[in-house]
């Protein structure tokens, strides 16, 4: 399934998405396309001082790992260590390269190669099919899927991170690589945004905490979503997804957009992200 230029959902891929949660559209982006947004992401890893500031990022121990540098990083390129890249001494185990998790959370306005991408004509057409009037690119990311050490993702809902009242939030993920069932591609409960969202991650006073506690799934609900690079999955805010760590020896890079409305619905202000400068809207109609 390849898609045209302009990335209009027909209707045979709008059902799917309405009745799954999710969608895959292959060959999204080009080998070129995929290739610069790979190589800029060198440079950046190249430019990146490790001994200056950085935090380790942990789906499992999320609220512990939440800090100013995780704050800020709405607005900035910001880099995510890998809870495993340390030894017992606090020494990466292996080069920088290999030891982020992922670089966030402001790719898509900051750096103008990731930026093309996420203010291309065929995203805002694929938002112009799910319905948005007014849609802002709120938070982006560059995961790495380390080989070896890459983590894993617990189950969630993107709604639960990037809330709008109503909730909007839909999950953009570009594979950069091929995603396997070796090395943590993503996988999904189907028809699960249909039962709504389930809990919030909410900024108070005294840092970030969910609502409500975690909830249990079952393992033989969900279907992995292997893909190509170049393939696009486009995830509902409310269905529940995950990804196992990489225990291969090939790493799984992915860049990940995520999108809300501003049109008919209200940003959360204990959401994690507050930010000093509204973010312009992709499009508005
Ligand atoms: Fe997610």
Not at 106 to 129: N, R, W
Request: one cysteine or more; charged letters at 25%; aromatic letters at 10%.
């Amino acid at each position: 399934m390849v898609v045209v230029d302009d990335g209009i959902l027909d209707s045979n891929r709008l059902d799917f998405f309405n009745s799954n949660g999710y969608l895959v559209l292959d060959s999204f982006a080009g080998p070129d396309e995929v290739q610069s947004m790979r190589l800029r992401m060198d440079q950046l890893l190249d430019q990146f001082d490790c001994s200056t500031r950085a935090s380790i990022f942990s789906t499992t121990n999320q609220q512990q790992s939440t800090d100013d540098y995780f704050y800020e990083s709405a607005e900035n390129i910001s880099f995510f260590f890998e809870e495993k890249a340390f030894d017992d001494e606090g020494n990466l185990k292996q080069p920088k390269k290999l030891s982020i998790n992922k670089v966030g959370h402001a790719l898509h306005e900051k750096d103008p190669v990731f930026k093309s991408f996420s203010s291309s004509k065929k995203v805002s057409g694929l938002l112009c099919s799910l319905g948005y009037r007014r849609p802002i690119a709120i938070q982006s990311m560059y995961i790495f899927k380390q080989p070896g050490i890459g983590g894993e993702v617990v189950p969630h809902q993107d709604n639960s991170f990037l809330y709008t009242n109503p909730p909007t939030c839909t999950g953009l993920w570009l594979a950069l690589e091929d995603a396997t069932l070796t090395n943590g591609c993503l996988w999904a409960i189907p028809g699960s945004h249909k039962r709504g969202l389930v809990r919030r991650f909410i900024r108070g006073e005294n840092g970030v905490t969910f609502d409500k506690p975690f909830p249990s799934y079952d393992e033989n609900d969900f279907v992995p979503i292997e893909v190509k690079s170049g393939s696009l999955v486009i995830l509902h805010g409310d269905v529940i997804h995950r990804s196992s760590e990489n225990k291969s020896s090939v790493s799984r890079h992915a860049y990940s957009l995520h999108v809300v409305d501003t049109d008919g619905c209200k940003w959360a202000e204990d959401n994690w992200i507050r930010r000093k400068v509204d973010p312009e809207p992709l499009y508005a109609s």
